[in-house]
């Protein structure tokens, strides 16, 4: 199952609450959007503590991660 | 670990700068103070008439300048807001009154507990408190909402605005306010305040420093990147401070600070609840001005009414204690910020 997470706009530390609350449901992977630099590392940060795979793509005016266990 | 590394960097310059800031004439332990300097500005425009603390500190200047240039370099200025304005306006507000009746914004806090300021301490505790009882709020969804993509030239209105303070300051005109005695009257020179602040808000921009962050994200994710900034500033300054000889281990007679330990304790208590609600500390916002953040700006609008109220209605501290009308401001705020986060709980299953 794939969880879907749009934390764009959203101010510190709400991308990675969000995310965090996503990869604590059950899930294959979790696809997080955010629109700025800062929260991009900070989402990377926590997903390669919480023991996920990142890959980042760059969107028009906007990232998307994908983490993956 | 490059990350860490950059982190612990930027607090130990912060650390360095504020001790030089103060050996070339900032008020003691306040080579940096975003509450204090922005109640200086204020008074230095005549928002409000202590005589004593009134002087545009060209610090606030250079940080903005310093963060606006490194994100232009790191192509990261990007206008956006609109995140619940007036809110954040009121939360300013409140963490203005909070940090006026401590004596200190989060980073003067720091910077005081490396001068030995015992009384720091007990401020740490409650900012720390005031964090954790934001932590709370945050788990159970609470959210200003999104902001949203806005021109460059709405990103341009803050960093503006400081090139008009800038030339009010070097150009003195009788209508500005400059303090003949008091913290307001101590000052290092205008260009080497201006240096400081552009290289603290360039690195600050680059590493993301947060005061609030540091201990949030220790207590909400167990990630301590930023937690070794907060640690790099205190243990510099305390270097710093024992080789100039300020370092002065106590409670009593500290450098624009007062004993009185529940109100050093519960203005700090706002300050942290009502920062990790703004998504950030006062330096941060700051810096995010700097990115064209305006949602930032309206906070740092916010200080500077918070600071003027201050003021007017005598309700900051002094080096004698809380005023008469301090404790109770304190307290008007705490319940004005929990009613902010309650009233913006959202249900957040829907992600």
Redesign the interface.
Known sequence: MV????A???????P???T???IAQEHDEVVVLV????AL?NVK??AG?SKHQVTVEEVE?YYQLTLKK | MKKTALIGITGGIIGLIAVALVYFGNPGNMGFCIACFFRDTAGGIGLHRAEVVQYIRPEIIGLVFGALIMSLIGKEFSPRGGSSPAIRFVLAICVMVGALVFLGCPLRMMLRIGGGDLNAIVGLVGFIVGIAVGILCLNKGFTLNRAYKLSKCEGAVYPVINIGLLVLLVAAPAFIFFSAEGPGSMHAPIILSLIAGLVVGGLAQKSRFCTVAGIRDTILFKDTTMLIGFICVIAVAIIGNLIMGTFNLGFEAQPIAHSDGLWNFMGMVVVGFGSVLLGGCPLRQVILSGEGNTDSVVVIFGFITGAAICHNFGLASSAEGPSPYGPAAVIICLIVVALIAVCNLKKTSKA
């Open positions: 969880i879907h997470v749009d764009r706009g959203c101010a510190c530390p709400e990675v609450i969000k965090k609350k996503a629109d700025n630099k800062t590392e940060r926590f503590k005016d």
